[in-house]
C-alpha cells in the first residue's frame, strides 16, 4: 500500500520535474504546458504522466511531431525511485516525530534533485549550482536525522564529501575544465555525504566504468541509433570529442550504491 502511494506520489513529483528541468531559465514555471513545436495547449488528459505519452506514442495529439522520451522517463525513474524508499520510509518512521516526517522528506527530496539534475545535465550539459548544492545540502542532512552513535566519526563525516568530490575536482583542474566540469565535482560532494567517504568514493570511479559500458557502444552505433524516434535527439553527433554529460553516469552510480547500503545489499564491486 505504502509502495502503491509512494509510486503515485513518485509519478506527480516527477511531471512537476519535467516541468522544472525544461523551463528552468527559459520560461516562468506557471502557466500551462504547451506543444513545443506547434504551441497546442494541453489540456489535462494530455498531462496525465506516462499514460498520455503511451497513448499519443510519443507524439503531439495536434501536430503529430515528437513529444521527447524524456517526459516518461523521468516520471517512471521518480515513480520507481520513490516506491522503493517506501520500505525504508517505514524504518524512518520507528524516528521520533518530526524527524521522522523531516527523514521521509529528506530521502524523496534528494530523489527528485538526483532525477531532475540528470535530465537536465543530459539535455544542456551543465549542473545548475543551485541543485548541486541542494542535493549536498540534503545528503549532509540525511546523516543527522538518523540516531547516531555517540562515537560518532564527526571529522570523517565532514570530509565525505570533499574527499569524495576530489578525483573530479582533480581532473576538472588539471584538464583546464576539459575532460571533466566543476559541476561534476561540485554534485560528488553530495555522493560523499550520502554515502560516506569510502562508499562515495567507490560510486565515482564506478560511474566511469558505467559511463564506458554505456557510451562505447552508443558512440559505436551511433549511425543506428539516431534514426530511433524519441531517442534520436539524444545521441545525434556523438562521438569521442564531443562533450559527454556525466551527471547522469554519477547520479545512476549513486542510486545504485545508495539502494545498495539502504537494502544492505552487498554489491558485487569490480575493485
Ligand atoms: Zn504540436
Known amino acids: 500500500?505504502?509502495?502503491?502511494?509512494?509510486?503515485?506520489?513518485?509519478?506527480?513529483?516527477?511531471?512537476?520535474?519535467?516541468?522544472?528541468?525544461?523551463?528552468?531559465?527559459?520560461?516562468?514555471?506557471?502557466?500551462?504546458?504547451?506543444?513545443?513545436?506547434?504551441?497546442?495547449t494541453l489540456h489535462w488528459y494530455d498531462l496525465i504522466p506516462i499514460v498520455s505519452w503511451l497513448a499519443l506514442r510519443g507524439r503531439c495529439r495536434k501536430c503529430g511531431s515528437c513529444v521527447s522520451i524524456q517526459y516518461p522517463l523521468v516520471e517512471a525513474s521518480t515513480a520507481i525511485l520513490f516506491a522503493l524508499l517506501a520500505p525504508i520510509s517505514i524504518i524512518g518512521f520507528s524516528l521520533p516525530f518530526p524527524i521522522d516526517i523531516l527523514f521521509v522528506l529528506d530521502y524523496l527530496?534528494?530523489?527528485?534533485?538526483?532525477?531532475?539534475?540528470?535530465?537536465?545535465?543530459?539535455?544542456?550539459?551543465?549542473?545548475?549550482?543551485?541543485?548541486?548544492?541542494?542535493?549536498?545540502?540534503?545528503?549532509?542532512?540525511?546523516?543527522?536525522?538518523?540516531?547516531?552513535?555517540?562515537?560518532?566519526?564527526?571529522m570523517q563525516f565532514f570530509l565525505a564529501g570533499p574527499i569524495a568530490a576530489s578525483p573530479l575536482f582533480f581532473l576538472w583542474l588539471v584538464s583546464g575544465g576539459r575532460w571533466m566540469g566543476l559541476g561534476d565535482a561540485k554534485l560528488s560532494l553530495g555522493i560523499g555525504w550520502l554515502l560516506g567517504p569510502i562508499v562515495g568514493l567507490e560510486a565515482v570511479m564506478f560511474s566511469f566504468i558505467l559511463g564506458t559500458v554505456i557510451l562505447v557502444p552508443l558512440m559505436l552505433a551511433e549511425r543506428a541509433i539516431t534514426h530511433m524516434r524519441g531517442f534520436s535527439v539524444a545521441v545525434r553527433g556523438l562521438t569521442m570529442k564531443s562533450e559527454v554529460p556525466f551527471g547522469p553516469f554519477l547520479i545512476l552510480s549513486c542510486l545504485i550504491f545508495w539502494f545498495a547500503q539502504l537494502y544492505g545489499v552487498q554489491l558485487p564491486l569490480p575493485f
Open 109 to 154: 527530496a534528494i530523489v527528485a534533485f538526483l532525477v531532475a539534475i540528470a535530465a537536465y545535465d543530459f539535455l544542456h550539459t551543465i549542473i545548475p549550482d543551485g541543485w548541486a548544492y541542494s542535493f549536498g545540502a540534503l545528503a549532509f542532512v540525511s546523516q543527522l536525522l538518523t540516531p547516531l552513535p555517540i562515537d560518532f566519526p564527526w
Open 1 to 40: 500500500m505504502t509502495i502503491l502511494v509512494f509510486g503515485l506520489l513518485g509519478l506527480i513529483i516527477g511531471s512537476f520535474l519535467n516541468v522544472i528541468v525544461l523551463r528552468k531559465g527559459a520560461r516562468p514555471i506557471t502557466g500551462r504546458s504547451s506543444c513545443m513545436s506547434c504551441g497546442y
